[in-house]
């Protein structure tokens, strides 16, 4: 059975994130589908609520916070990403580190202080994951609080019925395992991109970074307004730079795609701001 989840797919790792863009049309989106209820979508998710237990997310954790997989730097990262190049993209060809670089121009434009800009280079950074031969369900999708009751604001709710934790009566309160505004970092979200990259800049980058990168799938939290029970005044404060980046990762997207050589020399004094040459993954 492990074997026949591990290698369900979406069709493009984009597709969750086409679908985000479905459900907060903020801005006109690139991607234009009839069918907003697409089977592989649907299959994603069930995948991921049932999948993603407290058990699996503490295992998870425990296997890759001692960063032992190899040593890098961020922009051999980078181009290490791009082996995840996926064709089946409707809107571009563009490379991993392009579309990173979309990200972090776009913030750049804007005026945002350099920590920001460097940001939107490293958020997606963690989907290095998928080359280590994890499932997709446990890289991308829409993040949340584990331990606790399931909110009915995540995307698809009742695929958690299936989920163990959903059956456990010591996970299925509004608290769960935890104090009432006990702050998110006492808190186990559900795996994925986010909290790897986490765990691998949070000795390197300021907090309103490790906010974004940790937390900017969490759209349950951040666009929705769940879960407010278990942050404290803290979370609310660092949650506005959260909100802050959330344009940038959703709608940063141009007919222009970015030149590599040209901005390579940019990025790499602005990594040699914050990282060493080589740091742990």
């Not at 059975?1 to 597709?15: P, Q, R």
């Not at 506005?240 to 909100?243: I, Y």
């Given at each position: 059975?492990?074997?026949?989840?591990?290698?369900?797919?979406?069709?493009?790792?984009?597709?969750w994130e086409?679908?985000?863009?479905?459900?907060?049309?903020?801005?006109?989106?690139?991607?234009?589908?009839?069918?907003?209820?697409?089977?592989?979508?649907?299959?994603?998710?069930?995948l991921?609520?049932?999948?993603?237990t407290?058990?699996?997310a503490?295992a998870?954790?425990?296997?890759f916070?001692?960063?032992?997989r190899?040593?890098?730097?961020?922009?051999?990262?980078?181009?290490?990403?791009?082996?995840?190049?996926?064709?089946?993209?409707?809107d571009?060809?563009?490379?991993q580190v392009q579309?990173?670089?979309?990200?972090?121009?776009?913030?750049?434009?804007d005026?945002?202080?350099?920590?920001f800009i460097?940001t939107?280079?490293l958020?997606?950074?963690?989907?290095i994951?998928?080359?280590w031969d994890?499932p997709?369900?446990?890289v991308?999708?829409?993040?949340?609080p584990?331990?606790?009751q399931?909110?009915d604001r995540i995307?698809?709710?009742?695929?958690?019925?299936?989920?163990p934790?959903?059956?456990?009566?010591?996970?299925?309160t509004e608290?769960?395992?935890?104090?009432?505004?006990?702050?998110?970092n006492?808190v186990?979200?559900s795996w994925?991109?986010?909290?790897?990259?986490?765990?691998v800049?949070?000795?390197?980058?300021?907090?309103?970074?490790?906010?974004?990168i940790r937390?900017?799938?969490?759209?349950p939290?951040?666009?929705?307004?769940?879960?407010?029970?278990?942050?404290n005044?803290?979370?609310?404060?660092?949650f506005?730079?959260?909100?802050k980046?959330?344009?940038?990762?959703?709608?940063?997207?141009t007919?222009?795609?970015?030149?590599?050589?040209e901005?390579?020399?940019y990025?790499?004094e602005?990594?040699?701001?914050f990282?060493?040459e080589?740091i742990?993954?």
């Open positions: 059975m492990a074997h026949e989840v591990k290698n369900k797919h979406l069709g493009s790792l984009d597709e086409d679908d985000i863009l479905q459900r907060y049309p903020e801005k006109e989106s690139f991607r234009d589908y009839e069918n907003t209820e697409r089977d592989s979508v649907k299959e994603f998710y069930r991921n609520h049932e999948n993603q407290l058990a699996f503490q998870k954790r425990a296997e916070e001692s960063l032992s190899r040593e890098m730097g961020i922009w051999e990262a980078c181009e290490y990403l791009n082996e995840l190049v996926d064709d089946s993209d409707p571009t060809d563009l490379s579309h990173l670089l979309q990200t972090s121009e776009a913030i750049r434009a005026g945002h202080p350099r920590w460097l939107g280079l958020h997606d950074l963690g989907k994951l998928c080359l994890e997709q369900w446990g991308v999708g829409d993040t949340y584990l331990g606790c399931f909110s995307v698809y709710p009742e695929f958690f019925a299936k989920n934790d959903a059956s456990d009566p010591k996970l299925n608290n769960g395992i935890y104090q009432p505004g006990c702050g998110l006492e186990t979200m994925g991109h986010d909290e790897y990259m986490y765990l800049a949070k000795d390197y980058m300021p907090e309103e970074s490790l906010y974004m937390f900017h799938s969490c759209y939290i951040h666009r929705e307004g769940a879960y407010q029970h278990l942050m005044d803290h979370d609310r404060e660092m506005e730079w959260v909100k980046f959330n344009p940038y990762d959703l709608y940063s997207k007919d222009k795609p970015p030149n590599v050589v901005l390579k020399p990025y790499l602005l990594i040699d701001e990282f060493p080589k742990k993954w």
